[in-house]
């Protein structure tokens, strides 16, 4: 019985050892931490490159800001930009299931007209404008990327009035979004 406890506490004191070697070797010091960062992020803005050129990306909103500047919390899956080639869909929705599209909002799917990206290699960001034609009217996007996949797009409309959409970037495979019924 002593040597099964004992075998045990060797065992458990190997354990151990080998998980503060490790730990000492995965610890970095804050300069290697700001490098190994910033090198994220670059090898990122370059994979943001090409997602915005092959117009496939989901914006899903975290907050929704209006043009009072009340910045509401949404559920990301039901309000989102979806960018898929030449078309697209602007999506409000909420939990209730009541509105315009059965999911608490409205859905606008249309052809996307003008499309200009302009990068800024300093700061890691793009910058992306473009319109789109939908059955609820003419749209103007202007969205604003970060290189860690933080976006802001503001949507005007023929109206006076605009909306911003605050969330992160996805890949199309990688975003799960329930579209509601195409608001008429």
Do not use: C
């Not at 300093?122 to 969205?143: E, H």
């Amino acid at each position: 019985m002593i040597i099964k406890q004992a075998s045990l506490f060797l065992a458990a004191g190997f354990f151990l050892t080998s998980q503060n070697i490790s730990a000492q070797n995965e610890k970095l010091t804050r300069q290697e931490r700001k490098e190994v960062r910033k090198a994220q992020l670059e090898a990122n803005f370059y994979i943001l490159d090409s997602l915005l050129n092959s117009r496939t990306f989901v914006l899903k909103a975290d907050y929704l800001l209006n043009r009072e500047g009340t910045m509401i919390p949404v559920v990301s899956n039901l309000n989102f930009i979806k960018v898929e080639g030449t078309e697209g869909i602007l999506q409000t929705g909420s939990n209730s299931g009541l509105g315009y599209n059965g999911v608490g909002g409205v859905t606008a799917e249309g052809n996307i007209g003008s499309w200009e990206i302009s990068k800024d290699s300093k700061k890691l960001s793009y910058t992306l404008r473009f319109s789109m034609i939908t059955n609820l009217g003419s749209y103007d996007v202007l969205m604003y990327i970060s290189a860690d996949n933080r976006a802001s797009a503001t949507i005007r409309g023929l109206s006076p009035g605009w909306l911003t959409w605050q969330g992160e970037l996805y890949t199309i495979k990688n975003s799960i979004v329930f579209k509601g019924q195409e608001t008429i």
